[in-house]
């Protein structure tokens, strides 16, 4: 035992003096194996982090240079950081999973079983014509369906890998620079701060209460603090408090996160509630077809058999045979020969109708409501993510369109996140922001500047012969440089002369963020910067303009209250800048008592108060407006001051006037926080601001208004904003401020954090579900015509007008090619003037059933004539018998087909008189309605033989042409007729339960 244990660090001395495979002082597999098994023992081997980093020729300070060979040279020795992806099925896959579905399943059986009687009876010729025309038509159907599943599963890799693909900022030669995740290399020196996450596996440089979520690793919810005793950074991992920065070791494939994701896949295939809802409206309706395609079997049947169903000569097709006892013995072979021949023509004329009845069910069965909704929503989440929306969560498209509500941020969602220093209080007046620091009083100067460079998360870079600096950080911390640099301010010559204790990072519960320095001479300073209000109550004093330290008495302390408003009224920005000075004694020396030491923040010393400039993004008045008009309320939730909210508030047309600027439609959220549930609950409504509001107060509000039975979507950039998105109907996280937390608590990202994009959302989501309604009114009026036409021919007459194949190319418009055609329809500002649909809303709506009824009973009417009064109607009489019926089963099917291609256009406006509106500007659907058009003409021309058509003269095609076109008139005339506006169902629902009440009295 004794021997291992001291065997046991000596092998780990060898194991990293190995000699590594590349130029770098240290190979892949030792510095993967330290990281991923927190191998301290091994680290400090080697030197600790700064050995490490020596060993990999990076400098802690300036990471690793800047140049393309070297970067490529790390990739090559140490992988890059990405990882492979999980294969997707092929489009093979896809196709026999089409295959698989029972009705097509159904149709190719009777193909196979059509297509040996066919040639049994009608020799190879002909026979094999109606059965090569089902399996045609069923093959068209299964590749169809086939591609567009496939393609929606390549569109939603592509978008998963683009929500991987994170953007950061790592230090090279010095400056920071913003990188793609997948170009983070071994040697980099990345900042960590709150809500980033950690992009590969490294080792802790510098961090100060550095917090990190390592559930997504170990499924332990607990937050580790990480120090020099415990430095090993897990890739994939978030950061939940503090800030630091970190030394990457290990990259993609070799980290323990890059195994993680590239074994799974996040195609869970999860149905939309929409997708559920039309599942039930797919069942229902299709039980209905199945029972009308079985009646219709059952009447053919005993048509049939009782001898009314006719050869197109008028003779019987079966008689059954009356025989005597006196001619049993004489007649015997002749019967059986007879009652054999009748039995096969029966059982052949049986097959037919079993085919028929098949291709009802599949034309009864709406199929295609499912395709249709897969392809909305991949057309949507494509057109939105280059509208700048990345969607998450497939759902989140269609609850857009029902929220009621947006409770939005202020800073670089409403206005353009553009901060400037623009006013300024120093020495306890106002002076000119742009004044340098010579002309300032030296104490005062100092500890300012002193302040600006080391309490911040930002950096400034100065480029060799370059007179222009490169400031890195938020906006407000490049604002607030960028003014310090315009003072005077050397920022790395300051950092250099003081030394960071501790610090204590900006807080969006406390609204401030401070920094504990050790200067030279063994003093300690410790700098507060934060909301200008906050740090003036925590202030006892401040620098005079003679660089004297003046008590804030009340007179004072009112005229800096004063001039935080004024500049709040001018809706800017207010930060204060504060320091005091601390003992050392009173500093804490070891370790773990430093990370867990709170800052003083009394007794401080005012410095500075600015006002920094946020401007409105151009065009967001019209924006909110645009949201008013559609019955969605904008609210503003934001952390700054009440006046400066109220002033941006004003700016945009959220607050319309002076007079809606007070409570309760501007509120803080302190006073907002202390109502209680039912209070809150009751003021929710009427907010429209609410100012210096924490995380808490937001979900509050989300929490109040969903009670108040709202759709609520949220938007948020911050770690802290995770639950309120969490909780919202929708969470809209912003792409460019928003941390990695925000964004995996959201929904849907917005790639530009610009509120006109969260409006466009709100538009694709009402359009998901306009178009879905356009599919459904389309296809169930399709459904019910041909259900009433065969039923209502199957009893007259005893055949049904549209034979097996004609019918499956009906279905083949109305499933794919119709789907496709109103899945593409953008959104249009129409939608914008209606009210959000509730969220249980009937599906069909009373417009709908209007459109719908109109349609099927024009179709049915139309064809029903044709089949039993086509021929005199058409002047066929004085043709023979067998070439008129064929004449005039072609004009029906041709003129059904067309209607079909018409009602496309009735659909896409189902509200609106004129259907043609914008229709140009889609060429998609065009180009479906040509091609459409195009296989009607080849079908009904020069494919009679699968078919059973034949060709029309020009005066045939016109009056098809003239009865399709004639379902357009209808529908606008149908389109005078009012709907009430309660819901048809729940009208009948409220009738039949008024006649149940009456009859329970009577009774």
Same mark, same amino acid.
């Given at each position: 035992?004794?021997?291992?244990?001291?065997?046991?660090?000596?092998?780990?001395?060898?194991?990293?003096?190995?000699?590594?495979?590349?130029?770098?002082?240290?190979?892949?597999?030792?510095?993967?194996?330290?990281?991923?098994?927190?191998?301290?023992?091994?680290?400090?081997?080697?030197?600790?982090?700064?050995?490490?980093?020596?060993?990999?020729?990076?400098?802690?300070?300036?990471?690793?240079?800047?140049?393309?060979?070297?970067?490529?040279?790390?990739?090559?020795?140490?992988?890059?950081?990405?990882?492979?992806?999980?294969?997707?099925?092929?489009?093979?896959?896809?196709?026999?999973?089409?295959?698989?579905?029972?009705?097509?399943?159904?149709?190719?059986?009777?193909?196979?079983?059509?297509?040996?009687?066919?040639?049994?009876?009608?020799?190879?010729?002909?026979?094999?014509?109606?059965?090569?025309?089902?399996?045609?038509?069923?093959?068209?159907?299964?590749?169809?369906?086939?591609?567009?599943?496939?393609?929606?599963?390549?569109?939603?890799?592509?978008?998963?890998?683009?929500?991987?693909?994170?953007?950061?900022?790592?230090?090279?030669?010095?400056?920071?620079?913003?990188?793609?995740?997948?170009?983070?290399?071994?040697?980099?020196?990345?900042?960590?701060?709150?809500?980033?996450? !950690?992009?590969?596996? $490294? /080792?802790?440089?510098?961090?100060?209460? *550095?917090?990190?979520?390592? @559930?997504?690793? &170990? =499924? +332990?919810?607990?937050?580790?603090?990480?120090?020099?005793?415990?430095?090993?950074?897990?890739?994939?991992?978030?950061?939940?408090?503090?800030?630091?920065?970190?030394? !990457?070791?290990?990259? $993609? /494939?070799?980290?323990?996160?890059?195994? *993680?994701?590239?074994?799974? @896949?996040?195609? &869970? =295939? +999860?149905?939309?509630?929409?997708?559920?809802?039309?599942?039930?409206?797919?069942?229902?309706?299709?039980?209905?077809?199945?029972?009308?395609?079985?009646?219709?079997? !059952?009447?053919?049947?005993?048509?049939?058999?009782?001898?009314?169903?006719?050869?197109?000569?008028? @003779?019987?097709?079966?008689?059954?045979?009356?025989?005597?006892?006196?001619?049993?013995?004489?007649?015997?072979?002749?019967?059986?020969?007879?009652?054999?021949?009748?039995?096969?023509?029966?059982?052949?004329?049986?097959?037919?109708?079993?085919?028929?009845?098949?291709?009802?069910?599949?034309?009864?069965?709406?199929?295609?409501?499912?395709?249709?909704?897969?392809?909305?929503?991949?057309?949507?989440?494509?057109?939105?993510?280059?509208?700048?929306?990345?969607?998450?969560?497939?759902?989140?498209?269609?609850?857009?369109?029902?929220?009621?509500?947006?409770?939005?941020?202020?800073?670089?969602?409403?206005?353009?996140?553009?901060?400037?220093?623009?006013?300024?209080?120093?020495?306890?007046?106002?002076?000119?922001?742009?004044?340098?620091?010579?002309?300032?009083?030296?104490?005062?100067?100092?500890?300012?500047?002193?302040?600006?460079?080391?309490?911040?998360?930002?950096?400034?870079?100065?480029?060799?012969?370059?007179?222009?600096?490169?400031?890195?950080?938020?906006?407000?911390?490049?604002?607030?440089?960028?003014?310090?640099?315009?003072?005077?301010?050397?920022?790395?010559?300051?950092?250099?002369?003081?030394?960071?204790?501790?610090?204590?990072?900006?807080?969006?519960?406390?609204?401030?963020?401070?920094?504990?320095?050790?200067?030279?001479?063994?003093?300690?300073?410790?700098?507060?910067?934060?909301?200008?209000?906050?740090?003036?109550?925590?202030?006892?004093?401040?620098?005079?303009?003679?660089?004297?330290?003046?008590?804030?008495?009340?007179?004072?302390?009112?005229?800096?209250?004063?001039?935080?408003?004024?500049?709040?009224?001018?809706?800017?920005?207010?930060?204060?800048?504060?320091?005091?000075?601390?003992?050392?004694?009173?500093?804490?020396?070891?370790?773990?008592?430093?990370?867990?030491?709170?800052?003083?923040?009394?007794?401080?010393?005012?410095?500075?108060?600015?006002?920094?400039?946020?401007?409105?993004?151009?065009?967001?008045?019209?924006?909110?407006?645009?949201?008013?008009?559609?019955?969605?309320?904008?609210?503003?939730?934001?952390?700054?001051?009440?006046?400066?909210?109220?002033?941006?508030?004003?700016?945009?047309?959220?607050?319309?006037?002076?007079?809606?600027?007070?409570?309760?439609?501007?509120?803080?959220?302190?006073?907002?926080?202390?109502?209680?549930?039912?209070?809150?609950?009751?003021?929710?409504?009427?907010?429209?601001?609410?100012?210096?509001?924490?995380?808490?107060?937001?979900?509050?509000?989300?929490?109040?208004?969903?009670?108040?039975?709202?759709?609520?979507?949220?938007?948020?950039?911050?770690?802290?904003?995770?639950?309120?998105?969490?909780?919202?109907?929708?969470?809209?996280?912003?792409?460019?401020?928003?941390?990695?937390?925000?964004?995996?608590?959201?929904?849907?990202?917005?790639?530009?954090?610009?509120?006109?994009?969260?409006?466009?959302?709100?538009?694709?989501?009402?359009?998901?579900?306009?178009?879905?309604?356009?599919?459904?009114?389309?296809?169930?009026?399709?459904?019910?015509?041909?259900?009433?036409?065969?039923?209502?021919?199957?009893?007259?007459?005893?055949?049904?007008?549209?034979?097996?194949?004609?019918?499956?190319?009906?279905?083949?418009?109305?499933?794919?090619?119709?789907?496709?055609?109103?899945?593409?329809?953008?959104?249009?500002?129409?939608?914008?003037?209606?009210?959000?649909?509730?969220?249980?809303?009937?599906?069909?709506?009373?417009?709908?059933?209007?459109?719908?009824?109109?349609?099927?009973?024009?179709?049915?009417?139309?064809?029903?004539?044709?089949?039993?009064?086509?021929?005199?109607?058409?002047?066929?009489?004085?043709?023979?018998?067998?070439?008129?019926?064929?004449?005039?089963?072609?004009?029906?099917?041709?003129?059904?087909?067309?209607?079909?291609?018409?009602?496309?256009?009735?659909?896409?406006?189902?509200?609106?008189?004129?259907?043609?509106?914008?229709?140009?500007?889609?060429?998609?659907?065009?180009?479906?309605?040509?091609?459409?058009?195009?296989?009607?003409?080849?079908?009904?021309?020069?494919?009679?033989?699968?078919?059973?058509?034949?060709?029309?003269?020009?005066?045939?095609?016109?009056?098809?042409?003239?009865?399709?076109?004639?379902?357009?008139?209808?529908?606008?005339?149908?389109?005078?007729?009012?709907?009430?506006?309660?819901?048809?169902?729940?009208?009948?629902?409220?009738?039949?339960?008024?006649?149940?009440?009456?009859?329970?009295?009577?009774?």
């Amino acid at each position: 035992m004794l021997k291992d244990s001291l065997c046991f660090p000596l092998r780990k001395i060898i194991a990293f003096q190995s000699k590594p495979s590349g130029d770098l002082g240290i190979g892949k597999d030792e510095l993967c194996t330290m990281t991923r098994d927190h191998d301290f023992g091994a680290l400090e081997q080697i030197g600790g982090v700064k050995g490490v980093s020596d060993l990999l020729k990076t400098n802690l300070e300036k990471g690793v240079p800047e140049d393309d060979a070297d970067l490529l040279k790390r990739k090559n020795e140490f992988g890059s950081n990405t990882y492979p992806q999980p294969k997707g099925r092929s489009f093979l896959g896809f196709l026999w999973e089409a295959c698989q579905d029972y009705t097509l399943i159904i149709l190719v059986v009777a193909a196979v079983i059509s297509l040996a009687l066919g040639i049994h009876t009608e020799g190879i010729k002909r026979g094999w014509y109606d059965g090569a025309g089902i399996a045609f038509a069923v093959i068209i159907v299964i590749v169809v369906t086939a591609i567009s599943d496939y393609r929606q599963s390549r569109r939603f890799q592509n978008i998963i890998l683009e929500k991987r693909n994170i953007h950061l900022q790592v230090i090279r030669g010095g400056r920071r620079v913003e990188v793609s995740i997948f170009d983070v290399v071994v040697g980099d020196v990345v900042p960590l701060n709150i809500g980033d996450q !950690v992009p590969a596996d $490294g /080792i802790l440089i510098t961090g100060h209460s *550095l917090g990190i979520d390592e @559930s997504s690793m &170990t =499924g +332990e919810s607990k937050i580790v603090h990480k120090n020099s005793r415990n430095p090993f950074l897990l890739s994939g991992c978030k950061v939940a408090d503090g800030c630091g920065t970190m030394l !990457v070791t290990s990259v $993609g /494939i070799n980290t323990e996160w890059g195994l *993680l994701m590239g074994s799974i @896949s996040e195609d &869970t =295939g +999860e149905e939309t509630p929409m997708q559920v809802r039309l599942n039930g409206i797919a069942t229902f309706i299709g039980i209905v077809g199945v029972a009308g395609a079985f009646g219709v079997l !059952v009447v053919l049947l005993i048509r049939f058999f009782t001898g009314h169903t006719k050869n197109p000569d008028g @003779s019987v097709q079966f008689r059954r045979g009356k025989t005597s006892a006196d001619d049993a013995a004489n007649g015997a072979i002749e019967i059986i020969s007879n009652s054999v021949g009748v039995v096969a023509d029966a059982v052949d004329v049986v097959i037919k109708i079993l085919s028929i009845m098949v291709a009802i069910v599949v034309v009864a069965v709406p199929e295609g409501l499912p395709l249709a909704v897969t392809l909305i929503l991949a057309y949507s989440m494509r057109k939105m993510m280059a509208d700048k929306a990345l969607v998450r969560r497939l759902s989140a498209c269609e609850t857009m369109g029902s929220a009621t509500t947006i409770c939005s941020d202020k800073t670089g969602t409403l206005t353009l996140n553009q901060m400037t220093v623009v006013s300024t209080f120093i020495g306890g007046q106002k002076i000119d922001p742009l004044v340098s620091k010579s002309e300032l009083p030296l104490m005062l100067s100092t500890l300012l500047i002193e302040g600006i460079a080391q309490n911040t998360n930002g950096s400034v870079f100065v480029p060799e012969g370059v007179e222009d600096v490169e400031v890195s950080g938020s906006p407000t911390e490049m604002a607030i440089l960028i003014w310090g640099v315009k003072l005077g301010m050397n920022f790395a010559t300051v950092r250099s002369e003081s030394t960071v204790i501790h610090v204590f990072p900006f807080n969006s519960e406390k609204k401030r963020g401070g920094a504990a320095l050790r200067l030279p001479d063994s003093q300690v300073h410790i700098h507060w910067k934060g909301a200008a209000e906050i740090i003036l109550a925590l202030c006892t004093g401040y620098i005079d303009a003679n660089d004297h330290i003046v008590p804030m008495d009340e007179d004072k302390k009112s005229f800096f209250k004063q001039a935080i408003d004024d500049m709040a009224a001018g809706s800017l920005r207010c930060v204060a800048i504060a320091y005091r000075s601390y003992e050392i004694e009173k500093v804490p020396v070891d370790e773990e008592q430093l990370t867990q030491w709170a800052l003083p923040e009394d007794d401080l010393i005012l410095l500075a108060i600015i006002g920094l400039k946020d401007p409105c993004r151009p065009g967001v008045k019209e924006v909110v407006q645009l949201c008013q008009n559609a019955g969605v309320k904008v609210r503003m939730v934001t952390g700054d001051n009440l006046q400066t909210a109220k002033a941006i508030a004003l700016e945009c047309g959220i607050l319309s006037s002076d007079e809606n600027a007070m409570e309760p439609y501007l509120i803080e959220g302190r006073v907002f926080r202390r109502y209680s549930e039912e209070e809150r609950k009751a003021i929710a409504e009427d907010i429209l601001v609410m100012g210096r509001s924490s995380p808490n107060d937001k979900l509050l509000l989300v929490q109040a208004l969903k009670k108040r039975k709202h759709v609520v979507a949220v938007t948020g950039d911050g770690t802290n904003d995770a639950s309120a998105l969490h909780e919202a109907d929708v969470g809209l996280s912003m792409g460019i401020q928003g941390t990695e937390v925000a964004k995996e608590s959201s929904d849907i990202v917005i790639l530009d954090d610009n509120f006109a994009s969260v409006v466009k959302v709100v538009q694709w989501g009402r359009s998901v579900y306009a178009n879905i309604q356009k599919f459904i009114q389309f296809q169930l009026s399709v459904n019910v015509a041909t259900i009433i036409i065969n039923i209502v021919a199957a009893i007259f007459s005893g055949e049904v007008p549209l034979n097996t194949v004609q019918l499956l190319w009906v279905n083949l418009i109305m499933d794919t090619l119709g789907a496709l055609a109103l899945a593409t329809e953008p959104p249009t500002d129409h939608l914008m003037h209606k009210p959000p649909v509730g969220r249980r809303a009937p599906l069909i709506t009373n417009i709908m059933w209007r459109n719908l009824l109109i349609q099927t009973i024009y179709q049915a009417s139309v064809v029903l004539v044709l089949a039993f009064r086509g021929r005199s109607l058409l002047g066929l009489q004085h043709q023979s018998a067998e070439h008129a019926n064929k004449v005039n089963h072609t004009i029906m099917f041709n003129a059904f087909v067309l209607c079909q291609i018409f009602n496309e256009f009735n659909a896409r406006k189902p509200d609106e008189k004129n259907i043609f509106k914008g229709v140009t500007k889609n060429h998609l659907f065009m180009g479906i309605v040509a091609v459409e058009i195009i296989l009607q003409f080849i079908i009904v021309e020069f494919n009679g033989k699968f078919t059973s058509t034949v060709g029309l003269n020009w005066k045939q095609w016109l009056i098809s042409v003239a009865i399709g076109f004639m379902s357009w008139p209808l529908a606008f005339v149908g389109k005078l007729i009012p709907v009430p506006e309660t819901p048809l169902l729940k009208f009948f629902s409220r009738r039949f339960r008024g006649l149940r009440n009456y009859l329970r009295t009577i009774c």
